[in-house]
């Protein structure tokens, strides 16, 4: 088969950090051991039978980049912000040019496997991976492995695995092999629980949304108070190995009341989109990023069929280049060499990818894939408090259910065995998190993972937690940083780790960043860890965002300018103010006051001077501001009439004088061979209830409407 270039599957390469794991091997025969293929289990397990020959298996072949070093430099360049090529991206074209194999090289792999009587199924533009289909025989024969069945030791299924590391004789650039062992399976990083729609045991406090989960705006709400930015010209990327119902999403857009953002499907590796048993991961994905970025002009959603490689949807986001912020909420799979020079090449051409990094609080044993990859950020989950439904951030502690479901599930965090600690790491101190200092540590930031709202199995409604609802939630977030980056004329933020790290390192850390400092991720295995901390902590990273994250992204190492906004009410029983909050220079900020029932609200004051007499006080923040809601009790007596219309067809009562703030109950009664139909005041339609209750603040004429039964509500 010759190169082609028409072909567009993703497919994914090897990270500097992998090299040494996954290193290729010289046999004293003669052929190149490829190692890293084996599953643990597998050397361990006595195997049930032979593999049969006939099986097909779809395979990823990865080859490794031109330099990798020169790589990883330039990874670390762009994303540095002390560095001068800051930001200076790539196109996935450049890229290629630049450190993809050659197309010698490219072709040498696609004429060694034919030669092998493996057919070649899919090329990729970055030329990162082949993507090859064949018989466990030919396999076999090709890599020299004997490939087995095996009983998986936790899942009770069977996987196949090679018994031995994969082995060629030829000369040819081969990295790595995906698609040898199914041992590792994608899960959604998630866990469900039964909606309660009364709200009475929502916890932690609410959102607005069935229950009090949290939904559509309250994200906004709770995050970033007086941000106008929606994601307007941006695109998020989602990673999915399902495919989902779009009557959910809509269903959820009409009941959290958010905006229509348009979604575009991208199939790999010939899936048919099909919505499956993990579609509920998906429709969460979704929901969460348009409810964070209302404005965004395009969600993509990539999906592949779970037995996919991952190489193959990485290396099309990565040779896509279009959403400059994707999610990941799937886990499953050991660390991939190749994926990880995908994961360099999106840094290179200014990608950022938010991977969740799980649900079983902390590490014990092997971690998923791509949760300890140092080229991803990895994010946590949260337990969100908020003042008031759909109001604003209280407080946060890490979320953990603890014993659920016969498993314990929280935050997930820990400290990964094969990479060792990234650079933008190694200032951070471990001392009372018990991190570690030289490994990577895991995750980065966070964000709410815990009573969150979704719709999804054809209309099923959840309640959903998981540190698979913080990944989209911060793809969103993204988004909203790369809009105002367009509007400033700068490049997209890109890869964020470093700039990251150095935001929360510096005297902007306390505006930008929510620190997180209570709870845990421990579970009996984890050996006491891990606690939250003052600082970075591998429950929640370095914490959940603010609005003055958003600068801070944009122009690293620059002071934020915030203001704070305080709010009372005088005196203190006569209503409810909400608002106050900080909030970033130049943000939209409304401060509404509600009086109680025998109050009525007179104006808003500032150091003794009146600056609004209405309710709702709305401004532009450019100052610390003290505002005061003033009340007054209402003495007012207000007069409730009633009437029936016709008078002859009913009998209407409860009207009379009412003292301001009390309860009025009006009732009407139709006739025998009529009906009542509803309450009009000034010719509006305020309740087709025929005993109507309400708080008396003015004085009202309220005309009940009858019909005959035969006209169904016309007067015949």
């Not at 899936?271 to 970025?293: F, H, K, P, Q, W």
Request: proline fraction near 6%; charge should be negative; hydrophobic fraction near 40%.
């Amino acid at each position: 088969m010759k190169l082609s270039s028409r072909n567009r599957f993703g497919g994914i390469s090897l990270c500097v950090a992998t090299v040494a794991i996954l290193q290729l091997a010289q046999n004293a025969d003669g052929g190149r051991l490829i190692n890293g293929h084996v599953p643990a289990a597998a050397r361990r397990l006595l195997p049930l039978s032979d593999a049969p020959a006939d099986q097909p298996l779809q395979l990823a072949v990865g080859l490794p980049v031109r330099d990798p070093a020169a790589l990883e430099a330039f990874v670390k360049e762009v994303s540095d912000p002390a560095s001068p090529n800051f930001r200076k991206y790539l196109t996935p074209e450049e890229f290629t040019d630049r450190f993809g194999p050659s197309e010698e090289e490219y072709q040498s792999v696609i004429n060694f496997l034919e030669a092998q009587g493996l057919a070649v199924a899919q090329t990729h533009p970055n030329r990162l991976v082949v993507d090859a289909e064949a018989s466990v025989a030919q396999v076999q024969r090709a890599f020299h492995v004997r490939i087995r069945n095996f009983a998986h030791p936790t899942e009770g299924r069977t996987f196949f695995a090679p018994e031995n590391e994969p082995e060629v004789d030829a000369p040819v650039p081969i990295l790595h092999i995906a698609g040898l062992s199914n041992y590792w399976i994608p899960r959604p990083q998630s866990r469900i629980r039964e909606l309660d729609v009364s709200g009475a045991n929502a916890s932690p406090r609410v959102g607005s949304g069935p229950g009090g989960a949290f939904a559509g705006n309250d994200f906004r709400n709770a995050y970033l108070s007086g941000v106008t930015l929606t994601g307007a010209g941006q695109k998020v990327g989602l990673l999915e190995f399902d495919g989902y119902n779009a009557n959910d999403v809509l269903a959820y857009r009409l009941t959290t009341n958010v905006p229509n953002v348009p979604l575009q499907n991208v199939l790999v590796d010939g899936y048919s989109g099909r919505a499956g048993s993990g579609n509920g991961e998906v429709c969460l994905d979704i929901e969460l990023a348009m409810a964070m970025a209302p404005g965004l002009s395009q969600i993509i959603v990539y999906e592949a069929p779970n037995s996919s490689p991952w190489e193959d949807i990485l290396s099309r986001i990565a040779t896509d280049n279009l959403a400059k912020q994707v999610s990941c909420s799937w886990g499953g799979g050991p660390p991939s060499a190749t994926a990880e020079q995908i994961f360099q090449q999106m840094a290179a051409q200014g990608q950022t990818f938010f991977n969740a990094s799980g649900d079983d609080d902390a590490f014990s044993g092997n971690i998923p894939f791509p949760t300890e990859s140092p080229n991803v950020i990895q994010v946590g989950g949260t337990s969100l408090s908020t003042l008031y439904a759909g109001g604003p951030w209280a407080y946060e502690i890490a979320w953990n259910w603890g014993l659920n479901g016969g498993s314990y599930t929280g935050s997930g965090g820990g400290i990964s065995s094969v990479y060792s600690i990234p650079s933008w790491q190694q200032t951070v101190s471990m001392l009372s998190n018990q991190g570690s200092t030289t490994f990577r540590n895991i995750p980065d930031v966070a964000l709410t993972a815990d009573n969150v709202f979704a719709i999804s199995n054809n209309g099923r409604t959840e309640n959903i937690g998981g540190t698979s609802c913080a990944a989209p939630l911060w793809a969103a977030f993204t988004a909203l940083v790369n809009q105002q980056a367009a509007t400033d004329g700068k490049p997209s933020v890109g890869y964020l780790n470093p700039a990251l790290y150095a935001v929360a390192q510096s005297a902007n850390y306390s505006v930008a960043f929510h620190d997180i400092i209570a709870g845990d991720n421990i579970t009996p295995k984890s050996s006491g860890r891990f606690q939250t901390a003052v600082g970075y902590d591998l429950c929640t990273g370095w914490g959940t965002p603010t609005a003055a994250l958003i600068s801070a992204l944009l122009s690293p190492g620059a002071p934020i300018s915030v203001y704070h906004v305080t709010t009372a009410a005088t005196p203190v029983n006569g209503g409810t103010v909400i608002g106050a909050g900080t909030y970033l220079a130049g943000a939209h900020v409304s401060v509404t006051a509600t009086p109680f029932g025998t109050y009525l609200f007179t104006n808003w004051t500032e150091d003794g001077n009146v600056v609004s007499t209405s309710p709702t006080y709305s401004f532009t923040a450019g100052a610390d501001r003290n505002l005061i809601a003033n009340f007054a009790v209402n003495n007012s007596l207000y007069t409730v009439t009633v009437s029936a219309s016709p008078s002859t067809e009913g009998s209407v009562g409860g009207g009379g004088s009412f003292r301001a703030g009390s309860h009025a109950f009006v009732f009407a009664a139709a006739k025998k061979k009529y009906i009542f139909v509803d309450w009009k005041e000034n010719g509006v339609v305020v309740s087709t209830a025929a005993n109507y209750g309400f708080t008396v603040d003015k004085s009202r004429n309220l005309v009940a409407e009858f019909s005959g039964k035969r006209a169904r509500g016309r007067r015949r």
